[in-house]
């Protein structure tokens, strides 16, 4: 095929294969003879490629048409499709710094403001948490400082701890009187003698409550009973699942190959049927098997099933070419309780970076004010739990929303849980402190409407609901007390957390409204308070019609009208060359890009000429503007049809004769534009004209989101595609014909040449 630029081209050729004969022996240009047979060849083919060609600018078009009509009928209504679009109000307000004020279509007369109270929403602010709240602190972080005897689980009665690193032991000796700074220095000290040289074992740090040991020399193992439980006191989960040895199978020829996804279970040596506990952080995951129907595959099918919630950690196993399986889980380490299945997995007790670490206990006041990265572990949270919270929503009613937490968390964790819930309420934490407020104002009522007495907006309920009874929750009511909440309860027994939200009240011309939040709709006009008014601040709203809006309005109207009119016009009426058909690739190889595309503009033009879809909906549409009932028409308001016939029914507006009638009447085009639910308006008529045009195009022409066989000029455009195939396909025979005959040729001459030069000597 040929390229194509501005400045150079590339020349077409008709041939599927080049110099398959060369033609030396006749001395003829086979290259240039096949060209010109396969072109004529080809020539019924090209015919079906500019039809196809045809009908995709003419989908294309019809769509072009589509996207011009959907985009007048959402502008229609977005635009002019409301009674408050046809009607503009400027507002006058004497105070604009107390009360922000707009003006409906409907906005009449003057509301004078004797007085207002804002709403406001509930709030309060915790005790601040730190050195003066020596209750506030049961478990801490650890640090270089921190006993090994204060560390929860720990067990130093063996004195040592022992490790497999690069083919020996290392031990490393410990007292339960050392502090961590001290457990880190002897790993970093320990040495061992490896090929006559003496090298250091481990690298050992800790850092935000992590021990980490590594070393240079390889992977570090333990098989030492006491060792192992006291890297997982230490918080190392020692029998990671992280890639485990290679597992080796003995296959049909006695061979020892690596496992893979298709092993059985029973091959690797697993028990009959079983289960697998997996634990990552504080969860726990339990899969069955059964060894002789498993294969790792299923296994693995089982172990990645999707989570069903925070309960249920996501797991992924996976198995390389060297049999090593490795399970993973993006909610923290996995490690395998069962050490005998461990071993028949080929995980071994690798150590690895310790989770966080805390002290059991403390005997002194914490020296810091507590912040927003502290842990709820550190605030003697072990385990996980939920709580719920009850806010005030916009509408005044009490929600309920339970809230999970995690031992993990951070406090700025925990907050952001409650503000991501939907709960209603904003909790923050900053320097030791907790704030906490209601989204929305107001009070909560009773069953009569009426502020209720000592209930608050936002509070904690101190119980959860466990089969429909009520069961105590001190554990979330302990939570918000070591956050500083006060412990006080309100009338429903719950503890608060936030109250003093208010209504807001309003007095208008001598009459009072009240709400819960701050915005009044009043005679028209939107009021929204943005602080107290008193009788002194005498605040007074006005609205006049602005008429000078509105007819900028009709304008715009008129503009997007006569646009949308002219183009469809244009393309029922555009004159059709036909002296243009499509470009070949043989021609456009012969012709630059800019003499391509305006070959294919003059090609295009007429292609949808005189479509009747079209002319039906401009019709449609003059008629709809041409209509209206009494005096409430178009004509009357001085909007008319143009009168030179060129014009195709543009729009025109006479301004001083539609100011009068806005001075008259400021609802007219409302009614006229707008109407009513059982009577719509020409906005509604237009777009419903419009639409149905739309539906009616689609039929012939599709959109972007179906597939072709879903309308006409697909189902013919897929029909020209498969002829056109079926000719590609016939035109490389025909080739492979000619070239076996010019072959056969140069073969015939090659022997009668020989032939003769026999008879010849």
């Known amino acids: 095929m040929a390229s194509v630029n501005n400045n150079t081209q590339v020349a077409y050729s008709y041939l599927q294969y080049k110099n398959k004969v060369g033609g030396l022996v006749s001395g003829m240009d086979i290259d240039s003879i096949m060209e010109k047979l396969m072109k004529a060849e080809s020539s019924q083919m090209e015919k079906l490629q500019q039809q196809k060609q045809k009908y995709e600018w003419k989908r294309d078009a019809y769509r072009g048409v589509n996207t011009s009509l959907n985009t007048f009928q959402q502008d229609l209504f977005d635009k002019y499709g409301l009674s408050n679009s046809w009607i503009s109000k400027t507002v006058n307000n004497s105070n604009s710094s107390k009360v922000s004020v707009t003006a409906g279509g409907a906005a009449n007369g003057t509301l004078n403001i004797q007085s207002a109270t804002a709403a406001k929403a509930a709030a309060s602010t915790s005790e601040t948490i730190g050195a003066a709240k020596t209750d506030a602190i049961v478990q801490q972080r650890v640090n270089a400082d921190t006993k090994l005897s204060n560390i929860e ?38 040495k061992l003698t490896i090929d006559g040289v003496e090298k250091n074992v481990f690298k050992a740090s800790l850092q935000d409550g992590k021990l980490s040991i590594s070393s240079s020399l390889g992977t570090i193992t333990t098989t030492d009973s006491d060792t192992l439980k006291n890297l997982d006191a230490l918080g190392m989960r020692n029998n990671t699942t992280a890639l485990g040895n290679e597992l080796k199978i003995t296959d049909v020829d006695g061979n020892k190959v690596a496992a893979n996804k298709n092993t059985k279970l029973s091959d690797l040596g697993l028990a009959p049927s079983g289960t697998l506990s997996f634990k990552i952080g504080d969860k726990t995951k339990t899969v069955s098997y059964s060894a002789e129907d498993d294969t790792v595959e299923k296994l693995f099918a089982k172990i990645n099933a999707t989570s069903t919630g925070e ?48 002290e059991k206990t403390t005997d002194t006041t914490s020296p810091n004010t507590i912040q927003g990265t502290t842990f709820l572990k550190e605030l003697g949270f072990g385990d996980s739990g939920t709580f719920t919270i009850r806010a005030i929503q916009a509408d005044g009613k009490m929600k309920d929303t339970e809230i999970k937490y995690n031992s993990t968390d951070t406090i700025n964790a925990l907050m952001s849980k409650i503000n991501n819930s939907g709960a209603g309420a904003t909790a923050i934490f900053n320097n030791g402190q907790m704030s906490i407020s209601a989204n929305n104002t107001g009070a909560v009522a009773d069953d009569t409407g009426a502020e209720a007495v000592g209930k608050a907006e936002v509070s904690l309920l101190n119980y959860n609901i466990v089969d429909g009874s009520k069961k105590d929750n001190d554990k979330a009511v302990d939570l918000f007390t070591k956050l500083g909440v006060k412990q006080t309860a309100n009338s429903d027994g719950e503890i608060t957390l936030a109250e003093g939200g208010s209504s807001a009240t309003l007095k208008v011309n001598g009459v009072e409204y009240k709400g819960a939040s701050n915005t009044f709709s009043i005679a028209g006009y939107t009021v929204q308070l943005k602080e107290d008014i008193l009788e002194s601040d005498k605040v ?27 183009s469809l016009n244009s393309k029922t009426s555009e004159k059709r060359n036909v002296n243009y058909d499509p470009l070949t690739d043989a021609q456009k190889a012969e012709m630059t890009t800019d003499q391509i ?69 400021p609802d007219v085009l409302s009614r006229i534009f707008v109407g009513t639910t059982d009577d719509p308006g020409m906005v509604g008529q237009l777009r419903t004209a419009a639409k149905n045009t739309i ?15 879903q309308y006409s000029l697909g189902k013919t455009i897929n ?42 000597q």
Do not use: H
């Open 311 to 358: 309960d249920d950690p996501q797991l992924k196993a996976s198995i390389n070419s060297s049999g090593q399986i490795s399970i993973t889980s993006t909610a923290g380490t996995v490690s395998l309780d069962e050490s005998d299945i461990k071993n028949q997995l080929g995980f071994t007790n690798k150590v690895q970076t310790s989770s966080r670490l805390f």
């Open 540 to 566: 007074s709203i006005s609205s006049t019609t602005d008429v000078d809006s509105t007819i900028g309005k009709v304008k715009e109207f008129v503009n997007m009208y006569n646009d949308l009119i002219k």
């Open 719 to 760: 029909s020209l595609g498969d002829k056109i195939s079926d000719w590609k396909a016939r035109l490389k025979t025909i080739e492979e014909r000619y070239w076996n005959q010019f072959s056969a040729m140069e073969n015939a001459i090659q022997k009668a040449n020989k032939q003769s030069s026999i008879f010849g």
């Open 153 to 190: 689980g720990l067990d130093l009665s063996g004195n040592s701890l022992v490790f497999d690193v690069a083919g020996q032991k290392a031990t490393v000796s410990v007292a339960s009187t050392d502090t961590l700074g001290d457990l880190v220095n002897k790993l970093n000290n320990t």
């Open 695 to 709: 539906k009616n195009i689609e039929k012939t022409a599709g959109k972007d989101s179906q597939a072709s066989n």
């Open 597 to 665: 595309t305006k070959w294919e503009e003059m090609a295009k033009a007429g292609i949808i000429k005189g479509d009747s879809n079209i002319n039906s909906v401009l019709s449609q549409m003059r008629t709809i503007l041409n209509g209206g009932k009494g005096s409430e028409t178009l004509y009357n308001i001085g909007i008319t049809t143009s009168s030179t016939w060129s014009d195709n029914g543009k729009l025109v507006v006479d301004e001083n004769k539609l100011r009068e009638a806005l001075d008259k009447d």
